[in-house]
């Protein structure tokens, strides 16, 4: 079986930190792009960042841009989201998500993405 865990998720006060994890089996990630989608009550999924496999490059929605970072353990076979800072508004379930198809950079359409999570809960509240 593919498939992909979260988690890490949990309450967390604003301005604090969360670091969420991605855990693959039955695949190597060191083959996909991995993306993190955020679903907030009420709202569409929203892509909040992303990384490409082959060179790994990076990529940020411009809200989390500075304060997020996306980054892969190749030898846990594991891609994590640190969350730093975080905003209210940045509750919701986060899914991780796997694309084989997708080289070089990342992008946020979920149409790339073959392989999806179940979601790990993070609310910001205080």
């Known amino acids: 079986q593919l498939q992909l865990v979260e988690s890490g998720g949990g309450l967390v006060q604003p301005g604090g930190s969360l670091r969420l994890s991605c855990a693959a089996s039955g695949f190597n990630l060191n083959n996909y792009a991995i993306g993190w989608f955020r679903q907030a009550p009420g709202k569409e999924r929203e892509g909040v960042s992303c990384?490409?496999?082959?060179?790994?490059?990076?990529n940020y929605a411009d809200s989390v841009k500075g304060r997020f970072t996306i980054s892969r353990d190749n030898a846990k076979n594991t891609v994590y989201l640190q969350m730093n800072t975080v905003k209210p508004e940045e509750t919701g379930i986060y899914y991780c998500?796997?694309?084989?198809?997708?080289?070089?950079?990342?992008?946020?359409?979920?149409?790339?993405?073959?392989?999806w999570g179940q979601g790990t809960q993070v609310t910001v509240s205080s």
């Open positions: 998500a796997a694309s084989s198809g997708l080289i070089g950079l990342c992008v946020f359409s979920s149409a790339p993405y073959d392989y």
């Open positions: 990384i490409g496999r082959g060179r790994g490059s990076t």
